[in-house]
């Protein structure tokens, strides 16, 4: 440590203070510059400083510093403040990775500190009832009629009022919480669609699993028991996942493969925006392609609608069945079926809904608005069977939106 305190020593001006604070820990105080990039060129050159190695009795030693900045000018904090500030910046520059320095910005610790707080709330929000669970049809394109539902977790947040997954499934899943919350969302689906399958006994449901969850062994019996205690038939199941889950871990091929053997059909959520790779369809025995809505909407210029029928027909190819995602608009929803895409979602066939609503719709039959009772969708070139049993040979590739 006296090598380092030389070292840092070294670098100061006539005036500057250096302390150590603790264990590994300095303080600088750098007084009277005249911009944040004085201090900013003061926060590089210590870490650049320690780029080589210590020299302690005969053994060299090689260490990375991090570096965080408070500004005096910028607020009115106490020294205390300041300290605790400067704290939180270095520990940002920690994990931005080795040898850096960060300024430290309020806002940043506001949506940190507020995640912390969102964590310790989440790991209630089961046990206090605070969730629920929304379902978006997914509607058959020629006949209107609903093949499935996607549950669609929210949060009705005591102070925040209700949120949507965006903003709490990630931090639910930097801890344990996302075990808890996925095994909930299955149950409730599973046991949801067995009550709507008393008048329709083809409905399905898909309910989207993040990366964590795949990565826990425990999920195999979460979905074993979802699926013995509703008493819904396993290809009745639709499990969502990611592409880029899918290649994020190892390990996810074997949990794949173990969920599969369960009878479950596995669908890709937002295709197109991962690393859309050939060989892991056929790989993991995926059952369904999500197409995603960036392609939707894209669909309506010459070029985007070529795009999409690409998409539908690699799919047809691999005897996949498709569903477009993110259909807000009539000329989107004629576009899409025209390529024959089997099935879509969206806020034009209907957004995420209480189940109540659901059983409406329900017994409505079919989208009446979009499709009326009988009448189909115009398209052309659709083909008599709906799924192609014989799997062509496609060779490995790579496909990303334009
Ligand atoms: P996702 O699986 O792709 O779900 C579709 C999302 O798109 C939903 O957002 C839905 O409200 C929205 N959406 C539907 N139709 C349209 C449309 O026409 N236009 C546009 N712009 N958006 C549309 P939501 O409910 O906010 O969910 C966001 C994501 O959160 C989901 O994306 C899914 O990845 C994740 N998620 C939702 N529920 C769960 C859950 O229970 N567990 C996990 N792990 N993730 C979940
Ligand atoms: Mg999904
Ligand atoms: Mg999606």
């Excluded at 264990?23 to 911009?35: A, H």
Aim: aromatic share 4%; charged share 25%.
């Amino acid at each position: 440590m006296t090598a380092v305190a030389d070292r840092l020593r070294g670098l100061l001006r006539e005036g500057d203070t250096v302390a150590r604070f603790s264990g590994d820990e300095f303080g600088i105080l750098l007084e009277g510059l005249s911009s944040p990039k004085e201090a900013k060129a003061a926060a590089a050159r210590v870490v650049e400083a320690f780029r080589a190695p210590l020299q302690a009795g005969d053994r060299q030693i090689r260490l990375s510093v991090s570096v965080g900045v408070s500004l005096a000018s910028a607020s009115r904090h106490s020294a205390e403040e300041h300290v605790r500030n400067a704290d939180f910046a270095m520990f940002a520059a920690k994990q931005s990775g080795k040898g850096r320095h960060h300024m430290y910005d309020a806002e940043e610790r506001r949506s940190a500190d507020e995640r912390v707080r969102l964590r310790s709330d989440l790991q209630n929000a089961v046990i206090r009832n605070e969730l629920r669970v929304d379902y978006q049809p997914i509607i058959d394109l020629r006949s209107g009629a609903i093949t499935s539902l996607e549950a669609l977790v929210r949060w009705q947040h005591p102070d925040r009022g209700l949120l949507l997954p965006g903003s709490f499934i990630p931090v639910a899943e930097e801890g344990d919480a996302i075990t808890e919350i996925g095994a909930w969302v299955l149950a409730t689906a599973c046991a949801q669609l067995r009550v709507w399958q008393k008048s329709k006994s083809d409905l399905a449901i898909c309910v989207n699993l993040s990366g964590r969850q795949l990565q826990d062994p425990a999920l195999v019996g979460d979905v074993k028991r979802a699926l013995r205690q509703s008493g819904i038939e396993p290809p009745s199941l639709i499990l969502e996942v990611t592409e880029t889950i899918l290649l994020a871990d190892p390990t996810t091929e074997s949990m794949l493969l173990r969920l599969k053997a369960l009878g479950v059909r596995l669908a890709i959520d937002d295709f197109g925006t991962g690393y859309s790779s050939i060989s892991y369809l056929r790989r993991f025995a995926v059952d369904i392609l999500k197409i995603d809505l960036e392609f939707t909407k894209e669909v309506e210029s010459a070029e985007g609608e070529s795009l999409f029928r690409g998409i539908v027909e690699l799919g047809r190819s691999l005897g996949l069945e498709l569903v477009a995602e993110g259909i807000e608009r009539p000329a989107q929803l004629a576009r899409v079926a025209a390529t024959t895409c089997d099935q879509g979602q969206g806020f034009l066939l209907g957004g995420p809904t209480e189940a109540g609503a659901v059983a409406e719709l329900l017994s409505a039959g079919a989208i009446p608005a979009i499709f009326g009772s009988t009448s189909s969708v115009p398209r052309s070139g659709r083909k008599a069977s709906r799924r192609n049993p014989s799997r062509s040979p496609v060779t490995s590739a790579s496909m990303r939106p334009t």
